[in-house]
């Protein structure tokens, strides 16, 4: 079965650092791109970037760019999302995606709640 | 403010059958095909539609997409209470040079 694992829910205080992770599993990992995207708590659905794990060929959303780093360990078949210094705007619902083709994106993980707050 | 206009809610009754749009621009609906997921409360959000008009093995054909110019629109025939959730279209937009989504639409199963 075609799976993505995310790693569980985080508390973080603002300024703290984080590396939430997403795994594939039942696909070659390397044949498609993983997607990031965020659901701040009463909104929508906002894409943030995406990743191939193949090359580690990255593409951010221009409202993300420099905000986070999402990076791959194609040897582990994970992806991952980033925060050098959190802010309590982060505090969100992340989910990862495998994307079949172009921008669908078809499987999709549990999410993973980041909450920051001092 | 989302790129792609959604409207916030829609309702229907059971066994009805209930339509929401998609608008949006050149760049992106007028230019590139539409997707569509689904997203029930405390679950992952899941592909109901892509390119435009296309099933998933899986999805039920109750469930139906269509495009044209620089609006979509998802309609749901045979309404039923499981299909109480948000509606997200999404699309790639060729000057933000991203994927943007629309707000949402909370469909209702009255």
């Known amino acids: 079965e075609v799976q993505v694992e995310q790693s569980g829910a985080e508390v973080k205080k603002p300024g703290e650092s984080l590396k939430i992770s997403c795994k594939g599993s039942?696909?070659?990992?390397?044949?498609?791109?993983i997607g990031w995207v965020r659901q701040v708590p009463g909104r929508g659905l906002e894409y943030m970037g995406i990743?191939?794990?193949?090359?580690?060929?990255?593409r951010y959303s221009p409202s993300f760019q420099g905000q986070v780093t999402i990076s791959v360990d194609k040897s582990i078949s994970t992806a991952y999302l980033q925060w050098s210094s959190l802010k309590a705007s982060d505090t969100a619902m992340y989910y990862c995606a495998r994307i079949l083709v172009a921008t669908v994106m078809d499987v999709w993980g549990q999410g993973t709640t980041v909450t920051v707050s001092s | 403010q989302s790129v792609l206009t959604q409207p916030p809610s829609a309702s229907g009754t059971p066994g009805q059958r209930v339509t929401m749009s998609c608008s949006g621009g050149s760049s992106n609906i007028g230019a590139n095909t539409v997707n569509w997921y689904q997203h029930l409360t405390g679950t992952a959000p899941k592909l109901l539609i892509y390119t435009n008009n296309q099933r998933p093995s899986g999805v039920p054909d109750r469930f139906s997409g269509s495009k044209s110019g620089t609006s979509a629109s998802l309609a749901i025939s045979g309404l039923q209470s499981e299909d109480e959730a948000d509606y997200y279209c999404a699309a790639w937009d060729d000057s933000l040079n991203s994927v943007v989504f629309g707000g949402g639409t909370k469909l209702t199963v009255l």
């Open positions: 990743i191939n794990p193949g090359d580690s060929d990255t």
């Open positions: 039942g696909y070659t990992f390397t044949n498609y791109w």
